[in-house]
């Protein structure tokens, strides 16, 4: 069982920074039934799907757009995203991206359930 925790968000930011990686993920918790992690990327990221695990994205910097299935949303700090499993999704941003995603059931970090997928150009949503 993990231990109960307290995390500051912006502090994990700031000691995980992105160093040329086209994606990084910083995990927290890794709990019987659930996952969760600070996602940054520098720009636009490649779609991809979750077919086990539904996940919620809570964003914290950075803003754009953010697909979502065969549409695109716009998204920013302070929006909560929810994608689920089976669903193509990812941020198109200008710049730098970060978000808190919570996967469930729980995610298992060595072996990954995303799938990368080729998407055509998504609708915008209203």
Not at 24 to 53: C, D, M
Request: aromatic share 10%.
């Amino acid at each position: 069982m993990p231990e109960p925790g307290i995390w500051n968000l912006e502090k994990v930011i700031e000691e995980n920074p992105l160093a040329g990686e086209p994606m990084k993920w910083t995990y927290l918790v890794e709990g019987k039934h659930t996952a969760v992690n600070v996602v940054q990327f520098p720009s636009a990221n490649i779609p991809h799907i979750h077919r086990e695990h539904d996940e919620t994205v809570y964003c914290l910097k950075g803003e754009g757009r953010f697909l979502l299935g065969d549409k695109t949303f716009h998204a920013g700090p302070g929006d909560l995203i929810f994608i689920p499993a089976g669903t193509v999704h990812t941020p198109i941003s200008d710049g730098y991206f970060a978000g808190l995603s919570i996967y469930s059931p729980h995610f298992d970090a060595a072996n990954p359930d995303r799938e990368f997928v080729k998407v055509a150009p998504a609708a915008d949503a209203q």
